[in-house]
T-cell receptor, first 113, second 115 residues
Framework: SQELEQSPQSLIVQEGKNLTINCTSSKTLYGLYWYKQKYGEGLIFLMMLQKGGEEKSHEKITAKLDEKKQQSSLHITASQPSHAGIYLCGADRERNQGGKLIFGQGTELSVKP | NAGVMQNPRHLVRRRGQEARLRCSPMKGHSHVYWYRQLPEEGLKFMVYLQKENIIDESGMPKERFSAEFPKEGPSILRIQQVVRGDSAAYFC?????????????FGQGTRLTVV
């Protein structure tokens, strides 16, 4: 099984609807990163969470970290076609190696106009 | 401030040739990480470098693959005698420091196709 499990694997929502993507770790997290990737392109940094209970927002995207549950959620409010893409969570397993991350398999989001 | 720059964006090599992938980190970033993305495997860490030093190469195949980050110039990921299985997207990320509060930014990737 994956060290970092994302659910769902894919998601189709109607424009304007809210949605949540989850990322669960089987091991201790020292940091949790969320990225968005469009097909054939690079990863766009969304947010980084470090502390249990931490919550960050950027425009209509909110991410939370539940350190005890070793889980993070990404919530998009009033989804738009521009939100479509693959969302990846990455976990920092080693306290002193910043960008060395384990990634989940990704959640593919489609937003229907 | 330019982001992480990778070139070329696309690279086609015949089996047995060498592939050189370049990564220029963001200004002020001295930590570079290389990842490989295969369709069925997701994004996997390969190697972590700081200027002139390899810090962690635990994810890099022992043979044919090497990486460097010289004092001057970009980081280079080199694949010798490429095989079809090397076809993948290779991404580079950079961060300004090590530690758990270091944000890591990715480049657009190099898509290697071995024919």
């Amino acid at each position: 099984s994956q060290e970092l499990e994302q659910s769902p694997q894919s998601l189709i929502v109607q424009e304007g609807k809210n949605l949540t993507i989850n990322c669960t770790s089987s091991k201790t997290l020292y940091g949790l990163y969320w990225y968005k990737q469009k097909y054939g392109e690079g990863l766009i940094f969304l947010m980084m969470l470090q502390k249990g209970g931490e919550e960050k927002s950027h425009e209509k995207i909110t991410a939370k970290l539940d350190e005890k549950k070793q889980q993070s959620s990404l919530h998009i409010t009033a989804s738009q076609p521009s939100h479509a893409g693959i969302y990846l969570c990455g976990a920092d397993r080693e306290r002193n190696q910043g960008g060395k991350l384990i990634f989940g398999q990704g959640t593919e989001l489609s937003v229907k106009p | 401030n330019a982001g992480v720059m990778q070139n070329p964006r696309h690279l086609v090599r015949r089996r047995g040739q060498e592939a050189r992938l370049r990564c220029s980190p963001m200004k002020g970033h001295s930590h570079v990480y290389w990842y490989r993305q295969l369709p069925e495997e997701g994004l996997k860490f390969m190697v972590y470098l700081q200027k002139e030093n390899i810090i962690d190469e635990s994810g890099m195949p022992k043979e044919r693959f090497s990486a460097e980050f010289p004092k001057e110039g970009p980081s280079i990921l080199r694949i010798q005698q490429v095989v079809r299985g090397d076809s993948a997207a290779y991404f580079c990320a950079s961060s300004p420091r090590a530690g758990k509060d270091a944000e890591a930014f990715f480049g657009q990737g190099t898509r290697l196709t071995v024919v």
